[in-house]
C-alpha cells in the first residue's frame, strides 16, 4: 500500500506538469499551421509562418514595440531597484518600515488597480498615452520585484571578502566597483532578466495605459475576437525556444557541476 | 534563476539566514533610497491619491460622456456596490477556488521537485525548467489554447459527449468551470515555485527524525514537513490569491468567460476604458484593494508571519 501511495505521488506531480505543457505545446504546434485566415483547425504543417512571421499586420510591430518597452523599464527599474537593495541591506535609515511596506504594496495590489490608478493620474493631468506612458508603468511594477531579488544576493554576500580589500587599501569606491559590484551581477542579472519577463508579458497594466501604442500581448488580446494569425504564435514561441534555451544551459550546467562535485567529494 | 524573486519573497527564507551585515548610518543611503522611492510616490503612490479622487467625481450637467468634475459623490460607492455586487462575490469565489485547486495541484509536484527529486540533481534542474517554462511564453496564447481545446469543436467537449459524461448540448467554454480552471492553470507556477523553495531548503533530517519516533509518514507529513513549509503555501497562495481576484483575461468573453462570468477586473476596464465611467471604475478599484489588503493581512496575522518582504 505505501509503495503504491509513493506511486501515486509521482504520477499525480507527472500529471501537474503535463498540464502545464499543454497550453504550450499546443501553442508551439499551431505556429506550424497551415492556417490561412483563422487558425483554429489544424489544416496541416507548414514553415511558412516562421519564414514570413511579418507577414500578418502588426504582429511584427507590436513585437517591437514589447521589445523596446521590456528593454527601456528593464534598465530603469534595474538601476533604481539595485540601488534600494543595497540601502536596505547595508544601511540604517529613518522611515525604513516605511520604504518596506512602499515596496511591499505594489506587489500586492492587482494588476487592474495600479493600472486604472495610472491611468486615472495621465487623464487627470491631460497626459496623452503611447509607449512612454506603458515604459513608465512597467518601471513602476518591476522596481519591487528587483528589490526583492537583488536584496536576497546582497544580504548573503560574504562581508569578509570586502573586508579584505579594505586591509588591502582600497578606497571605498575601489571596494565597490571591483569587490562588491561583481559579486552582485548574479543578483541584478536574474533581477533584470525577471523585469524583463514581467514587462513583455504584461496584459492588464498596459491595456490602462497604452491609448493607441500596440505591444505584443495587446496585439493577441485584439485579435482574440477576431482569431489570432499563425504568426502571433510564432513570435510566442520563437522567444519561448531562446528563454528556455537560456534557462536550460543555466540549470543543467549547474547541476551537471553539482553532480560531478558531489560524485568527486 | 530568474525567478529567485518568489524564493526571497518567502517569510523566513535565504534573508533571515545570512550573516548579519554590519549596518552603518551614512548619507550614502538618502542617494541610493531617493531615485527609486521618488519614482513610487510619483507613479504609484500619487495614482492611489488620483483614484480616489476620481471615485468621487460627478459628471459634468450637461456635458459629454466621459466629462467628470471634482465633487465629494459617496453615491458612487454605493451605486457600484448595487450595481455590481454579484460581481465582486463571483472574483473573490472564482479567486479563492482556484487558489485552492492551484495549492492541491502545486503542492504535491512543489514537494517532489524539492524533496523526492533531490538525489538526481540533474531531473530536479528540468522538473524546475518545465514550471518556469509558462513564464516564457504569452498568457494570453495560452489562455487561449484551453479555450481551443475546450471549444465546442474540440477535442475534449466530443470525448466526454462520446462517453456520455456530458449531455449533448453540453458545452465547457463561457461557464463558471471554465474560468476557475483558466485562473487554477494560469497561478500554478506562482503557488508552486515558493513552495518549492521553502521544501527544497527543508532539512531531511528532521523527517528521518520524526520516522524515527515511530510517526507514520502520514504524521511526518502533518506534523514536520508541511509546517516547516508553510511560508512558502502563504508566498504562494498571496501570489495566486492576489492576482486571480483582479483578472479578467480567463473571464473575458474572447477567452474562457461569458457575460455571466465576468468578474470585477471585466467591469472596471468596461467602465474605465469602453464606458469611460471613470468614477465608477476607480471605486470598484479602490473596493477591489482594500478587500484584498484587509483580506491578506488578516490571513498573515492568522498564520503568524507578519515578515513579508
Known amino acids: 500500500m505505501r509503495g503504491f501511495g509513493k506511486y501515486l505521488l509521482w504520477v499525480y506531480s507527472g500529471m501537474a506538469l503535463v498540464f502545464l505543457m499543454i497550453p504550450i505545446v499546443y501553442t508551439i504546434v499551431f505556429s506550424f499551421n497551415d492556417a490561412r485566415r483563422t487558425n483554429i483547425v489544424w489544416r496541416g504543417f507548414t514553415f511558412d509562418n516562421w519564414l514570413d512571421v511579418c507577414n500578418a499586420q502588426d504582429v511584427c510591430s507590436s513585437f517591437g514595440n514589447s521589445l523596446l518597452v521590456a528593454g527601456v523599464s528593464t534598465v530603469l527599474a534595474t538601476a533604481m531597484g539595485t540601488a534600494i537593495a543595497l540601502a536596505l541591506v547595508r544601511y540604517r535609515f529613518r522611515f525604513r518600515e516605511a520604504t518596506t511596506l512602499l515596496l511591499f504594496l505594489p506587489m500586492a495590489t492587482p494588476e487592474v488597480v495600479l493600472g486604472a490608478g495610472l491611468a486615472a493620474q495621465f487623464l487627470q493631468l491631460g497626459v496623452q498615452k503611447g509607449l512612454v506612458t506603458i515604459i513608465i508603468a512597467h518601471t513602476m511594477f518591476c522596481i519591487s520585484f528587483v528589490v526583492v531579488t537583488v536584496r536576497a544576493r546582497v544580504a548573503v554576500l560574504d562581508g569578509a571578502l570586502e573586508e579584505a580589500g579594505r586591509d588591502l587599501y582600497a578606497s571605498p569606491n575601489q571596494v565597490f566597483w571591483r569587490v562588491t559590484f561583481p559579486l552582485l551581477i548574479p543578483g541584478i542579472v536574474a533581477a533584470a532578466l525577471l523585469s524583463f519577463a514581467l514587462s513583455f508579458d504584461d496584459f492588464i497594466i498596459t491595456n490602462f495605459n497604452a491609448g493607441p501604442a500596440m505591444t505584443f500581448p495587446r496585439f493577441v488580446y485584439t485579435a482574440a475576437a477576431r482569431g489570432i494569425p499563425a504568426e502571433a504564435n510564432v513570435i510566442a514561441s520563437g522567444v519561448f525556444f531562446c528563454a528556455i534555451l537560456l534557462v536550460l544551459i543555466a540549470q543543467v550546467g549547474g547541476a551537471i557541476k553539482r553532480q560531478r562535485l558531489a560524485q568527486v567529494g | ?309
Not at chain 2, 61 to 68: A, L, Q, R
Not at chain 2, 155 to 174: C, E, H, N, R, S
Not at chain 2, 206 to 234: C, H, M, Q, W
Open chain 2, 1 to 309: 534563476m530568474a525567478f529567485g524573486a518568489f524564493q526571497s519573497s518567502a517569510p523566513g527564507g535565504s534573508v533571515a539566514a545570512a550573516a548579519p551585515q554590519v549596518q552603518r548610518k551614512s548619507p550614502v543611503a538618502l542617494w541610493l533610497l531617493l531615485p527609486g522611492i521618488l519614482y513610487l510616490i510619483l507613479f504609484f503612490v500619487t495614482p492611489l491619491f488620483s483614484l480616489v479622487l476620481t471615485s468621487f467625481q460627478e459628471s459634468v450637467p450637461g456635458g459629454f460622456i466621459g466629462e467628470y468634475q471634482t465633487a465629494f459623490r459617496f453615491e458612487n460607492y454605493v451605486e457600484v456596490v448595487s450595481t455590481y455586487f454579484t460581481h465582486i462575490g463571483r472574483s473573490f469565489v472564482y479567486a479563492s477556488l482556484a487558489t485552492v485547486f492551484a495549492l492541491l495541484l502545486g503542492y504535491p509536484l512543489a514537494y517532489v521537485i524539492g524533496v523526492k527529486l533531490r538525489a538526481y540533481p540533474l531531473w530536479q534542474a528540468l522538473a524546475l525548467v518545465l514550471l518556469i517554462a509558462p513564464f516564457f511564453i504569452s498568457f494570453l496564447l495560452r489562455t487561449l489554447a484551453w479555450k481551443q481545446i475546450f471549444s465546442d469543436e474540440g477535442f475534449v467537449v466530443g470525448a466526454l459527449k462520446t462517453m456520455q459524461l456530458i449531455p449533448a448540448d453540453a458545452y465547457l467554454t463561457g461557464t463558471p468551470f471554465s474560468v476557475v480552471f483558466g485562473l487554477t492553470y494560469m497561478f500554478l507556477p506562482f503557488m508552486a515555485l515558493p513552495i518549492y523553495a521553502t521544501l527544497e531548503k527543508l532539512d531531511l533530517r528532521y523527517v528521518e527524525a520524526g520516522g524515527d519516533l515511530y510517526a507514520n509518514p502520514v504524521t511526518v507529513f502533518r506534523k514536520v514537513t508541511f509546517p516547516l513549509s508553510i511560508p512558502g503555501v502563504i508566498s504562494g497562495t498571496l501570489l495566486t490569491f492576489i492576482p486571480a481576484t483582479g483578472d479578467y483575461i480567463n473571464a473575458s468573453r474572447d477567452f474562457l468567460g461569458s457575460t455571466d462570468t465576468a468578474m470585477m477586473g471585466n467591469v472596471i476596464e468596461a467602465n474605465f476604458l469602453v464606458l469611460q465611467n471613470f468614477p465608477a471604475a476607480a471605486a470598484l478599484s479602490l473596493i477591489l484593494m482594500m478587500s484584498i489588503l484587509i483580506l491578506v493581512s488578516i490571513y498573515v496575522r492568522r498564520s503568524g508571519t507578519d515578515d513579508l518582504l
